[in-house]
C-alpha cells in the first residue's frame, strides 16, 4: 500500500485546511486509516483515525477536525477547521490493517500563523 498525503499549506489562525490521502491498493476499505503530526522538536502524535463505525479524534483537535473517507476513491480526508498556531506540524496519514500502523505516507506540512 503506497499513501499519498496533499492539501497543506501556510493558513492564518481560524482559518481552514483540508489534507487528502490518496491511497494504492484494492483492500482500502478494509483499512483502518488515520492521521498523525509531529510538530517541530515534537514526537509524532495521534490525530485521528476513521472506521467502519466513524471517526476517533484526539482531545486537542475534537470539535474542530473531521476525519471522513470516500472507499471509491481510495481517499481519506482530514477537515481542519478552527486551526490554531499550535496546530502546526507536518501530518501524516496511514493505514492499519490489523493491529499496527503498517503503511505511512510521507507527510504534508501545516503551518497557522497568529
Known amino acids: 500500500v503506497q499513501l499519498q498525503a496533499s492539501g497543506g499549506g501556510l493558513v492564518q489562525a481560524g482559518g481552514s485546511l483540508r489534507l487528502s490521502c490518496a491511497a494504492s491498493?484494492?483492500?482500502?476499505?478494509?483499512?483502518?486509516m488515520g492521521w498523525f503530526r509531529q510538530a517541530p522538536g515534537k514526537e509524532r502524535e495521534f490525530v485521528a483515525e476513521?472506521?467502519?463505525?466513524?471517526?476517533y479524534y484526539a482531545n486537542s483537535v475534537k470539535g474542530r477536525f473531521t476525519i471522513f473517507r470516500d472507499n471509491a476513491k481510495n481517499t481519506v480526508y482530514l477537515q481542519m477547521n478552527s486551526l490554531k498556531p499550535e496546530d502546526t506540524a507536518v501530518y501524516y496519514c496511514?493505514?492499519?490493517?490489523?493491529?499496527?500502523?503498517?503503511?505511512w505516507g510521507q507527510g504534508t506540512l501545516v503551518t497557522v500563523s497568529s
Open positions: 491498493g484494492r483492500t482500502f476499505s478494509t483499512y483502518v
Open positions: 476513521v472506521d467502519w463505525n466513524g471517526g
Open positions: 496511514a493505514a492499519r490493517p490489523a493491529a499496527s500502523w503498517d503503511y
